[in-house]
């Protein structure tokens, strides 16, 4: 991932969204006053939204069924799987 500021992106906009969709990779855009964007092509953004999508459905789904476990049990299984 790639990070430059405010007026390098505007000088170079077209050559940043062409980089961000031949070839898949975000752009952070930081300005002097600690803000920042990132820009990632419409394909991934679309991709990455209807991924989150189906998870949330999938999620109320289980929530539903009751098909889930407490947040205290879901850590207890992380930190078991991080010593084997």
């Keep these: 991932m790639q990070a430059v500021n ?3 992106a505007r000088n170079n906009l077209k050559s940043i969204i062409d980089n961000v969709c031949d070839n898949n990779e975000e752009v952070i855009i930081t300005t002097k006053n600690n803000k920042a964007v990132v820009v ?3 394909d991934e953004y679309n991709q990455t939204h209807a991924k989150l999508k ?3 459905i999938e999620a109320k789904k ?3 069924q009751d098909d889930f ?3 205290d049990e879901a850590f207890e299984r992380a930190k ?3 010593r084997a």
């Design 69 to 71: 476990i407490s947040i």
């Design 62 to 64: 289980q929530i539903e």
């Design 80 to 82: 078991r799987s991080y």
């Design 6 to 8: 405010y007026t390098s």
């Design 40 to 42: 990632v092509s419409l």
């Design 54 to 56: 189906c998870d949330v």
